[in-house]
């Protein structure tokens, strides 16, 4: 079965510094999509940033980007010039190609400090 | 930008009662899920939806719940005979197409047994 770890209850970042949020999973599969979800206190679950495990080259958008280590199974999230509307829940979540189901993380508290 | 939307945002109910939480889709989407996320612990998979069956479901997804969707619109996840542990927020989720598609999650519903 399909896992997903997020090694790190909480995170705390500076405005405006940089953070990584981890993630690692397991599979056996090699055609299956990683994701990371934001969900801010109270408010629903929405899309940061996903990965293809085809494609080499790691997923960006605008100050999101990620670290996709296929052979190490990890995918970690990182976060440039932090704001404080990035302060939010994030979780890490593994799909199947052609599957339906999304498996999550634990999730990560962020923390941003003005 | 539409969203998926769910009613009630909490739900008290006592042990043993039947309870029936309430999503509404994205219009054009075809693929609808529901998860729960205990206090404290991941969000899991409950079960998906399409074409008005069940194509898969966790082995949470036992036979006190069900799910349909009764007129097009709405999406409903109903727990026959609540216990304790059913205690959670629960999320509904769609997604136009399988595969890559991110999915849509609405806010969630708290249900909270006495």
């Known amino acids: 079965a399909q896992t997903v770890t997020q090694s790190q209850p909480e995170m705390s970042v500076q405005e405006a510094e940089t953070v990584t949020l981890s993630c690692t999973y397991d599979?056996?599969?090699?055609?299956?999509?990683l994701f990371w979800y934001k969900q801010p206190p109270s408010r629903q679950m929405i899309l940061v940033i996903r990965?293809?495990?085809?494609?080499?080259q790691n997923a960006t958008e605008n100050r999101f980007s990620v670290n996709f280590q296929k052979a190490a199974k990890s995918f970690s999230l990182k976060i440039s010039d932090s704001q404080l509307g990035d302060a939010a829940m994030y979780f890490c979540?593994?799909?199947?190609?052609?599957?339906?189901?999304?498996?999550f993380g634990q999730g990560t508290r962020l923390t941003i400090n003005p | 930008e539409p969203e998926v939307t769910q009613t009630p945002s909490h739900q008290v109910t006592q042990m043993g009662q039947e309870v029936i939480l309430r999503c509404v889709p994205i219009?054009?989407?075809?693929?609808f899920y529901w998860y729960r996320q205990i206090l404290g612990q991941k969000v899991e998979f409950l079960v998906s939806?399409?074409?008005?069956?069940?194509?898969?479901k966790s082995e949470i997804f036992d036979d006190q719940f069900s799910v349909e969707r009764p007129d097009g619109s709405n999406f409903t996840l109903k727990i026959r005979s609540t216990k304790l542990e059913d205690s959670a927020m629960y999320f509904c989720?769609?997604?136009?197409?399988?595969?890559?598609?991110?999915?849509?999650f609405g806010d969630g519903t708290r249900l909270s047994i006495l």
């Open positions: 990965q293809e495990a085809y494609k080499q």
């Open positions: 979540a593994y799909s199947l190609q052609g599957a339906q189901k999304l498996v």
């Open positions: 219009s054009n989407h075809l693929y």
């Open positions: 599979t056996s599969e090699s055609d299956y999509y």
């Open positions: 939806f399409y074409n008005n069956e069940i194509s898969e």
């Open positions: 989720a769609s997604v136009v197409e399988r595969g890559n598609q991110p999915q849509h």
